[in-house]
């Protein structure tokens, strides 16, 4: 099963902000949190992975609570290409562990 | 999609049929996966290999096949004791994990569709 909780959907005007939050409130100490991406009929695209710092690549950045219990995923100036289901992973980081997807988080990113 | 090649994109067959899905990767990572996708539905784990002539059962195994003769190449069976195949079928590889670097990069996916 899913160790994460997302909300179902979520609105976000184009050029705002995308927040997207997960819960992942049982994440033990040597566990990642993932994310993930898919636009409808395709293949889910990686977009960034972080254990407690704060991470920021080309994509998105990843904040990670202090307690590590959650996480947001941050677009900074979303786009309609941006539309897709998000889907936030916690996985261990031991050999090439499967990752484990629940049903994400729909984005529907609006002009 | 970064190297991984699924064909074909859209597959049709007949019920009681086996049909052989192809994924092939070039980007010499050691694992490979194939996911199931059903509409409205995360991805599930049906099988994956960590190394050649080796790989285990994910959580929905039964139905379905698989080999890993050569390093690059994984290809899955859906058999007609699967009860129900229609879906969207994803195939994933990874390298053997080195810290924080086993990430997992997805192909464009074989929509199949049993009449």
């Known amino acids: 099963d899913a160790k994460t909780t997302q909300p179902t959907s979520m609105d976000c005007a184009e050029g705002r902000a995308a927040n997207l939050p997960c819960n992942h409130s049982t994440i033990s100490g040597n566990e990642y949190v993932y994310w993930y991406r898919q636009i409808h009929s395709q293949g889910p695209q990686y977009i960034i992975h972080?254990?407690?710092n704060n991470e920021t690549n080309e994509m998105a950045s990843l904040i990670i609570t202090e307690d590590r219990k959650s996480s947001t995923l941050i677009l900074p100036h979303a786009t309609l290409r941006d539309t897709a289901v998000y889907y936030c992973i916690v996985r261990g980081n031991s050999g090439n562990t499967p990752l484990v997807f629940g049903k994400g988080t729909r984005l529907s990113v609006i002009a | 999609d970064g190297g991984i090649t699924q064909s074909p994109k859209y597959l049709f067959r007949k019920e009681g049929q086996n049909v052989t899905l192809s994924c092939e990767q070039n980007?010499?990572?050691?694992?490979m996966y194939w996911y199931r996708q059903d509409p409205g539905q995360g991805l599930r784990l049906i099988y994956y290999?960590?190394?050649?002539?080796?790989?285990q059962k994910g959580d929905i195994a039964e139905g379905y096949s698989v080999s890993r003769e050569k390093k690059e190449s994984f290809p899955l069976t859906v058999t007609s004791a699967q009860k129900n195949p229609t879906a969207f079928y994803l195939c994933a590889s990874s390298m053997k994990a080195i810290a924080s670097t086993d990430t997992q990069y997805f192909g464009p996916g074989t929509r199949l569709t049993v009449l």
């Open positions: 980007l010499n990572h050691d694992a």
């Open positions: 290999s960590q190394i050649v002539n080796d790989f």
């Open positions: 972080g254990l407690k």
